[in-house]
Structure formats: C-alpha cells, structure tokens
C-alpha cells in the first residue's frame, strides 16, 4: 500500500532526527544521503513543509538540530551572478537555443567545483545536517546525482537529505520537469 504525500511528510521528521540519519549510517555505513522524492506537482507544499515545519522543529529538538536547508538553484544563480553571467547565459538562451546554453554552462557548473562551494560556504563540519531543496530547477544544467558523487568525499560524518520532485527509485535520479 502506497502512501499518501502528506502520510510521507509526516515520516520526514522522524527520519532527520533518528540517530542512523545523524550518525551518517547509510548503506554499506557510507555517508548517509537521503532522497525523498515527492511528485512534482507537490513543489509548493513541500517547500512550505520543509520552512514551515520541518526547520523550525529541528531547531526546537533536543538536543538542537543545527541544519542547513540549501536552495540550489539560488547557488547556481548565485554563482552565475558572481561570474557576472546571468544576462549573458539568458541573452544566449534567448538567441541560440537552450543546447548552446547548456553546453556554454558546463565549464562554469561543473559538479566537483559546486560541490567545493557548498561545503566551503555552508561550512559543513558546524552542522549537523545539510538539506538541498529546489534540485529541479536546476535542470538539465546541473545533475543532482553527479552533484551527490562530487559531495560524497567532501561531507565527511555530515548526512545529507535531498528532496527531489519525481520517482527515485534507487537509480540516478533525474526530476521530472
């Protein structure tokens, strides 16, 4: 029997405050990644979730939580700003076509350097978890599995939790947009 979305909602507190979750025991005792998956058609709703309920719990726990929720697709607006790229990555979208777009974004998106930004900005050693949300609008110009490979050597003991809007069924996972 499938569960509801909001029956799934209910379990994602339970599983941030668990000690296998925060003690970063995930399979094989690697770090601990979670995905929750949701539909995508959820994507309000779960961000209104996740500010509403989910932080201001973690931060209410005791022992305190310290969690980080990251927006990803701010970081990669972030960074494109930063670079000084945003009008010239929209103004190319524009006239040449999502393909040269995403193609010209490659270099600057690659996934180990993002990976190195997270981990330095977020400073991932003073928190207890890492949450990335708002993974799908980063596609196609970032993939989030290659994203968790690159995470994967920089987290160390900290567990990272990803909601990602489409079907996770243990393979890569791509949203769907």
């Known amino acids: 029997m499938s569960l509801t979305f909001n029956e799934r909602l209910n379990r994602i507190l339970p599983k941030l405050t668990s000690p296998d979750l925060l003690n970063s025991q995930g399979l ?10 949701y539909p ?5 709703p779960m961000r209104a979730f996740l500010h509403d309920v989910v932080m201001p719990a ?9 969690a980080t929720a990251v927006n990803l697709f701010d970081v990669v607006i972030g960074l494109l700003e930063e670079r000084k790229l945003l009008d010239k990555v929209i103004e190319m979208q524009r006239a040449q076509g999502d393909g040269k777009m ?17 981990v330095a900005k977020y400073n991932i050693a003073e928190i207890d978890v890492l949450l ?7 596609f196609p110009m970032l ?12 987290m160390k003991d900290t567990p ?12 890569p996972p791509e949203p769907e947009c």
Not at 58 to 66: A, D, F, S, W
Not at 143 to 154: G, I, N, Q
């Open 40 to 44: 995508p058609e959820e994507e309000m």
């Open 143 to 154: 993939r989030t599995h290659t994203l968790l490979s690159a995470l994967h050597p920089h």
């Open 28 to 37: 094989g005792n690697e770090i601990g990644f979670w995905i929750f998956d």
């Open 58 to 66: 973690l931060g209410k726990h005791q022992p305190v939580i310290r």
């Open 102 to 118: 995403l193609e010209s974004l490659r270099p600057v998106l690659k996934e180990d350097k993002l990976a190195e930004r997270l």
């Open 132 to 138: 990335l949300w708002n993974v799908g609008a980063v």
């Open 160 to 171: 990272l939790v990803m909601f990602y809007p489409g079907k996770y069924d243990g393979y």
